[in-house]
């Protein structure tokens, strides 16, 4: 009797197990999906991979630390380990120094710039407009600043450079007050 | 008597008022140039309708408002537009924006179309929003809002309250308005009821302001005698002087005792709030046909030699401001945009005066003594000061700390920048200001949230993009191949039979 409802049991949350797993099946990896949301887009490849989604898997996989992406800085790692439960590590040298103050885009002058394409093929986020033999000119709104356009790939010297977003009055902070004097306290 | 609500919070400051004497108006000579910004409002810049070296008269539109939220900006006295560039604003960054720079010819000369008897009664709603939106105006009261848009919305407008209060300490502008033109206000504000059709409508004064109250009375009772109805409806309310109680959230719960919604407008719970000052120049826009061309500013403080209000032409620098109130009394002093709660810090003074400018406060230099601060002792003042129900003390942790969501779950936003809880803090933290950082922090992280996202999104299509032109070109290669061996296969057959032939008569 006992073997015959436990028999049943199994056969019954089997069946509403293979269910369930057809049912709320997840599509793709979700820590990855959550690691990628964490990073910041902006497909530099700083890391050693080829863009933001690539080094989420390596991530997940333990196929990479978590400090190594500069855009994303301190503030980034300490995000990531929080999601993984990890140690925070400091940013790893190797992969390049985070830069915490204005945003940068790059900027092509037309005069020297000779329509190779280059840049306009490589931008990984289709931010760079142009053809064949014609000028080509970066829409700044969408350049995440990767850097992956500037020379040695654009073959001029002075045709594409890094340049600090403008400060106007709705990009423009604050900054820190001064902090309480400790030295006061005591 | 009407029934008054109270705000939560709230301060009673020292109003050194008298300083600067609220009964008379002083003119100032026209200064040598005039720097016009093309964005004094909120919204979109104004798009400039002049080039260096046009002739300008007063009054002429020079920069005209091209979309829904913003305002026409106009000569605000005759002369020679001599560029157009960018110039420091008044704003707390010092950046810099467009502005349109006119050499003034000292005629002061109005522009022919500007012109009086208009026949206001006859203008409808229409007529009227549009001159409201052609002359510039905007929300005098600090916020800059332009006045037409405000005026157009449709949902049923209860109260209308007109702004008299003026709670920051030291500023008297708008006492000096109500004072020396109370008919204007109320003028304006009988084209406003017209405009809005409100059940009530109130004009709000401080009670440290008797003579404005007289004024505004004594206005309404000639109105009467003069047999216009109308103005009957209008009730001169004087309320208790806390400050903030002149912000717009504030004053309309003390006179209605409703609460404006999160992130809501006032018209959502049935309440029009505007400026004593913008009512005023409603009225010489329809009535006189004037532009929005000056304004009544207070200078004032410790520091400035002869403190007075004074009529200052829009884009006038701050320089010839203060030259015209004495000049300064030492070289140690700084100058504040507005008043010493919500005020800014100018960097220098070539920044000229805009419509939001209601005084130039000219202080003495805070003592290092007086700034040194002390940690936080959690002692919660700043709590029952904050007029918005906030805790500033918790704001202040999560501030530091740039912990977006704790911010947002305590209600940053919501902060007015009052100033109530720095005041009131016993280790003189100058909470505001970790305010505003956490705020500037905070658009910041959302700007690289949108624009991670995008990138996201835009990286996603592009490999979808290689992918596709991969596997199309991977396709081509392969039809090609098959259409190679098809041929091939096609020709094999044909000079099959031959190799038959061939075999067989070998």
């Known amino acids: 009797m006992a073997i015959l409802i436990l028999t049943l049991l199994a056969l019954i949350f089997g069946i509403a197990l293979g269910y369930f797993a057809i049912r ?91 329509g190779c394409t280059k840049c306009v093929q490589v931008c990984p986020v289709d931010a760079i407009v142009g053809a064949a033999k014609q000028k080509h000119n970066v829409i700044d709104e969408y350049c995440t600043g ?21 400060v106007t009055i709705s990009n423009w902070k604050w900054s820190l007050p001064v902090q309480p004097n400790k030295e006061s306290v005591a | ?122 203008l409808d709603t229409e007529e009227l929003c549009a001159r409201i939106r052609e002359a510039g105006i905007v929300g005098l009261g600090g916020a800059v809002f332009p006045s ?29 308005l109500m004072q020396n033109r109370a008919d204007d206000v109320v003028q304006g504000i009988l084209l406003l009821r017209r405009l809005l ?30 047999g216009i109805g109308s103005v009957a409806a209008i009730d001169v309310i004087p309320i208790p002087t806390i400050f903030p109680t002149g912000g717009e959230k504030q004053l309309i719960k003390v006179l209605t005792g409703k609460e404006v919604p999160r992130n809501g407008l006032p018209y959502e719970v049935g309440v029009i709030c505007l400026n004593v000052g913008t009512s005023a120049a409603i009225r010489n826009a329809i009535y006189e046909g004037i532009p929005l061309v000056s304004r009544y500013v207070t200078v004032t403080g410790v520091m400035v030699q002869r403190p007075a209000n004074f009529e200052v032409l829009i884009g006038t620098p701050v320089q010839d401001v203060i030259k015209a109130a004495g000049g300064e009394k030492s070289d140690r002093y700084e100058i504040i945009m507005g008043g010493p709660m919500m005020g800014q810090l100018l960097p220098h003074q070539q920044i000229p005066v805009v419509k939001a400018t209601n005084c130039i406060l000219v202080q003495d230099i805070k003592s290092e003594n007086e700034a040194n601060v002390m940690p936080c002792i ?55 200001q970790y305010f505003r950082f956490a705020k500037s922090e905070q658009r910041e992280h959302e700007f690289k949230t949108k624009l991670s996202e995008q990138s996201r999104i835009r990286a996603q299509m592009r490999d979808f993009r290689l992918e596709r032109i991969k596997r199309e070109q991977q396709e081509r290669k392969a039809r090609r191949k098959a259409e190679r061996l098809k041929k091939k296969a096609a020709s094999d057959k044909a000079s099959k039979p031959l190799a038959d032939k061939e075999l067989s008569a070998g």
């Open chain 1, 24 to 114: 709320f099946r997840v599509e793709g990896d979700p820590v990855v999906e959550q690691i990628d949301a964490l990073l910041p887009q902006t497909q530099c490849a700083q890391c050693g991979f080829p863009g933001c989604r690539p080094y989420a898997e390596a991530i997940a996989t333990q196929n990479a630390e978590i400090n190594q992406c500069p855009p994303g800085g301190d503030d980034g790692i300490k995000a990531i380990a929080d999601l993984l439960g990890r140690e925070v590590v400091p940013l790893n040298p190797d992969n390049g120094t985070a830069n915490d103050n204005l945003r940068m885009v790059a900027v092509i002058n037309e005069e020297t710039c000779i």
């Open chain 1, 146 to 166: 990767c850097e992956l356009c500037i020379p040695p790939l654009c073959p001029v010297e002075d045709c594409i450079q890094m340049q600090p977003v403008e």
């Open chain 2, 1 to 122: 008597m009407k029934k008054l609500w109270t705000f939560k919070g709230g301060l009673k400051l020292p109003g050194f008022k008298k300083i600067s004497n609220p009964a008379s108006v002083n003119k100032i000579p026209i200064p040598d140039n005039i720097i016009l910004p093309l964005r004094q409002h909120i919204g979109e810049p104004a798009e400039p309708i002049v080039d260096v070296g046009d002739q300008v008269y007063k009054g002429q539109p020079v920069a005209i408002s091209k979309s829904l939220i913003s305002a026409s900006v106009h000569a605000s006295t005759s002369g020679i537009v001599t560029d157009i560039g960018k110039y420091t604003i008044p704003h707390q960054s010092g950046v810099s924006e467009m502005c349109i720079v006119i050499k003034t010819d000292q005629k002061d000369q109005w522009h022919p179309n500007i012109e009086s008897n208009l026949d206001p009664d006859n």
């Open chain 2, 148 to 176: 037409a848009v405000k005026l157009k919305a449709t949902r049923q407008i209860d109260t209308l309250i007109i702004n008299g209060a003026e709670c920051e300490p030291y500023i008297t502008c708008d006492d000096a």
């Open chain 2, 197 to 226: 059709n409100p059940a009530e409508c109130i004009i709000a004064i401080e009670d440290n302001k008797p003579q404005a109250i007289d004024a505004l009375q004594v206005s309404i009772k000639k109105f009467k005698e003069k």
């Open chain 2, 378 to 432: 959690r002692c919660g003042s700043c709590a029952s000061a904050c007029p918005m129900s906030l805790l500033p003390q918790q704001l202040y942790w999560y501030a530091k700390e740039k912990s977006f969501q704790k911010l947002q779950h305590y209600n940053l936003s919501d902060c007015i920048e009052c100033g109530c809880c720095a005041v009131v803090c016993p280790s003189r933290i100058p909470l505001v």
